[in-house]
């Protein structure tokens, strides 16, 4: 199966259920979605803030095009807080993640088609690609297991590309316009606390990559010896 921007038919019926609101924290005109909504503009002319109850992708233009928003299990009452890319405020089409799977495989490629250099990730999070020795560089990708999303740049910041299972053979299949991914993170309903808001531009504690713990080690024992520099200074 190969997966790139679907185009599922509009509002048909699953057991997943989101609700958009006209304006800012929860208020307005209120819409229940249970499933894939191809034009959310039918239904109101904006969204100020959404409630889910499991992962949804949220899309700039009707017909699932244009800049991505992962949403996952809990309450965005702003804009703000389902994107840290403000390019755009429009959202006019939502529908929920396929997140099917436990396990989670991701393998990217520096080329086309699967070819050149290769970067195989299981169970774990990416803040940066450089510091596993891969360059932003990505230009094909096999989603094997569970559901992904790239960002631009390094932290999760920058526009997101959702990777759901499948083969994703040219950048343009997960609606990129350069082949520029730089961080990446599996989809997980525990990343988010009891109110469902992610902390802005954090990693969790129990999913932390461990050469981001190694450079802070390095960081804290330069910071212990430019001390002790200043104190013999002082006592001199």
Known sequence: RTAGNP??????????????????????????LSGECKDI?????????????????????????GEQFVLEKGEYPRWSTWTNCLSSYSLGSF?????????????????????????AIFDDDVPSLWAHGFQDRVASAKAVNGTWVGYMYPGYRGRQYVLEQGDF??????????????????????????????TKNTVPVNVLNRSVCHEVQILQKYCMSLAWCFFKLGLE
Request: proline share 5%; aromatic share 12%; charged share 35%.
């Open 95 to 119: 529908r929920p993640l396929k997140v099917d799977s436990a396990e989670h495989k991701l393998h990217l490629f520096e080329n086309v088609g699967f070819e050149g250099r290769k970067m």
């Open 169 to 198: 053979k040219h950048w343009n299949d997960w609606g990129a316009t350069a082949p520029q991914i730089q961080s990446v993170r599996r989809v997980r309903d525990m990343q988010w606390h009891k109110r469902g808001l992610k």
């Open 41 to 65: 503009f039918e239904k109101t002319q904006r969204v100020g803030s959404v409630i889910v109850e499991s992962g949804w992708v949220g899309f700039e233009r009707p017909g699932f095009a």
């Open 7 to 32: 185009k599922p038919a509009a509002c048909r019926e699953r057991p997943r259920r989101s609700w958009i609101f006209e304006f800012e924290n929860f208020r307005g005109k209120k819409m229940e």
